[in-house]
């Protein structure tokens, strides 16, 4: 035989082996195809480094609860879908209701860091995973409740600062200290603790503060919170600390405190 017709055998064999090797993946496909059985996480990341680093930095609930072959348990050339419909881990949750899940959640990898469009105004989807936000604004109505969420919340988790929006009672305040006195979603539902500056009070009640500063009683050297504890408006009855200091024919006599001395801020005796 001549070397011309060996290597043109040669040849025609390695085609015909070829051939029947893409035969034989295209209508019988690999042990592994169908299920993906036997492939762990690593087997993923040789073809799909990318979304592997992906997952490795998201911290999410896809990334430590799932792994790949949880969302994707087919794989060509067998199956053509390959990946897993939201409907099969999040079917009874209010949030899903509103479907299109990757209108918003672009990346299922990450679906909380690629929130698209979160400038857009949305307020349904986000109450639907926030009910505890949408049962506070509803209890204390006020403007921020008037408001889409992403007016304040331009992506998940973001918290803007008060100062944005409100220019402070007074000078130096952070939002933090706004935040003493009012909570974000409830902001005329003014709660404080007993550890809130006097000088916090002053911008809102000019003219009880400079009673206070004018008074030579003991009033005077106590904080606002000391008496008015808790929730704004707050006042307390003048017995909660002194009792009853004058004989009882005088307290039978004035029954309010306030009809001789005056005004608390002040504590003067008018009669």
Known sequence: MS????????????????????????????????????LSQVDCGKCHASQVKIMAGSH???????????????HPPTDQETISACVLC?????HYQIGDCQHCHVDPHRPLITLRDSRKPEKKACL?????????MIDSPSRHAQLFCTRCHS??????????????????????????????????R????????????????????????????????????????GQHTTSPDCRDCHG????????RRYRDCLFCHGDAHKLISNR
Do not use: M, W
């Not at 999410?60 to 087919?74: D, F, M, N």
């Not at 999040?90 to 209010?94: F, G, L, V």
């Not at 639907?128 to 506070?136: E, I, L, N, R």
């Not at 007993?194 to 206070?212: D, E, I, T, V």
């Open 190 to 229: 003014i709660t404080f603790d007993h550890y809130l500056p006097s000088g916090f009070c002053r911008p809102c009640h000019l003219q009880q503060s400079n009673a206070l500063a004018a008074t030579r009683t003991n009033h005077g050297g106590i904080s606002c919170v000391y008496c008015h504890k």
């Open 128 to 136: 639907s995973c926030h009910p505890t936000v949408g049962q506070q």
């Open 244 to 251: 009853l200091p004058h004989t009882p024919a005088i307290h």
């Open 90 to 94: 999040h079917a009874e949750q209010p």
């Open 155 to 188: 992506r998940h988790k973001q918290i803007p600062d008060c100062r944005d929006c409100h220019d402070p009672h007074q000078q130096n305040q952070l939002s933090a200290d706004c935040l003493k006195c009012h909570p974000a979603h409830q902001p005329l």
């Open 60 to 74: 999410g609930p896809h990334a430590t609860q799932l792994g790949c072959l949880e969302c994707h348990p087919h």
């Open 3 to 38: 070397l011309l017709a060996s290597t043109l055998k040669l040849k025609i064999c390695s085609v015909s082996v070829h051939l029947g090797l893409v035969f034989l993946l295209l209508f019988v496909g690999p042990a592994s195809a169908a299920d993906n059985a036997g």
